[in-house]
């Protein structure tokens, strides 16, 4: 049952009323507290002003594209982001996830998906672990306490799919963690994600982790199989 401190706050971005209602029920019935707006610049003034827990956000916005908007939070904050949009095709998924979002959802989409990726990706921002308050792999540290991540003793800025990608990535450092496994380690059982949303994140972690992206020496391709974490350079 959820409680006062479990409770969360989602704020909907959304130019379309009818989605909004539906999603508003939909969120409200599962326990959590919505608040709506339609367009980005109250978007960010919510943002900025009240912190809710999780952002859903339309791409089609009447004052700005959504990825403009995703773009500008990004620049300093790692708040949970979900895209919600009606551009099905692969690449538009690819721009969204490459600007920063920690999840895409297309339009329409099932009920009881969009419940469950927001559902997962809290339980994720939630997760503090008990033991095991750092872990060390060459110079990338990471802060479980604090969710915070360092290389080179230089503070990476992550979103919150990235550092749990991480964190798998580094408990099972010099195996090969296959796609599926990494899939359902950080989005869970009961959500349906696809590659490309790990593939993506993937290499927005190379181009925060490696000095050379194109060569990387900390998250490595295991053709065929999944992505390994070397021990040593």
């Known amino acids: 049952m959820l409680t006062a401190q479990t409770i969360n706050q989602i704020l909907i971005v959304e130019d379309d009323e009818d989605t909004t209602q539906v999603v508003t029920m939909l969120l409200e019935t599962a326990g959590y507290t919505t608040h709506a707006v339609d367009n980005a610049e109250a978007a960010l003034s919510e943002i900025n002003s009240s912190t809710p827990d999780l952002v859903l956000l339309d791409l089609h916005l009447p004052d700005m594209h959504g990825l403009e908007l995703l773009k500008q939070v990004r620049e300093?904050?790692?708040?949970?982001?979900?895209?919600?949009?009606?551009?099905?095709?692969?690449?538009?998924?690819?721009?969204?996830?490459?600007?920063?979002?920690?999840?895409?959802?297309?339009?329409?989409?099932?009920?009881?998906?969009?419940?469950?990726?927001?559902?997962?990706?809290?339980?994720?921002?939630?997760?503090?672990?008990?033991?095991?308050?750092?872990?060390?792999?060459?110079?990338?540290?990471?802060?479980?306490?604090?969710?915070?991540?360092?290389?080179?003793?230089?503070?990476?800025?992550?979103?919150?799919?990235?550092?749990?990608?991480?964190?798998?990535?580094?408990?099972?450092?010099?195996?090969?963690?296959?796609?599926?496994?990494?899939?359902?380690?950080?989005?869970?059982?009961?959500?349906?994600?696809?590659?490309?949303?790990?593939?993506?994140?993937?290499?927005?972690l190379r181009q925060k982790l490696e000095e050379n992206p194109r060569y990387p020496t900390y998250i490595v391709t295991v053709a065929g199989q999944g992505y390994s974490m070397p021990t040593r350079r």
């Open 76 to 204: 300093n904050s790692s708040l949970p982001m979900i895209v919600l949009s009606g551009f099905t095709q692969e690449r538009d998924k690819v721009v969204a996830l490459e600007a920063g979002a920690d999840d895409y959802l297309d339009k329409p989409f099932s009920p009881e998906e969009l419940v469950a990726r927001v559902g997962a990706l809290l339980r994720r921002v939630r997760w503090t672990p008990s033991m095991e308050p750092k872990m060390t792999l060459r110079n990338l540290e990471l802060d479980l306490a604090r969710r915070q991540a360092t290389i080179r003793g230089k503070r990476l800025h992550l979103t919150p799919t990235e550092y749990d990608i991480l964190v798998v990535l580094m408990r099972n450092a010099g195996q090969t963690i296959s796609h599926d496994e990494l899939l359902h380690a950080v989005w869970g059982d009961n959500c349906e994600s696809d590659y490309s949303v790990l593939r993506v994140n993937i290499s927005r």
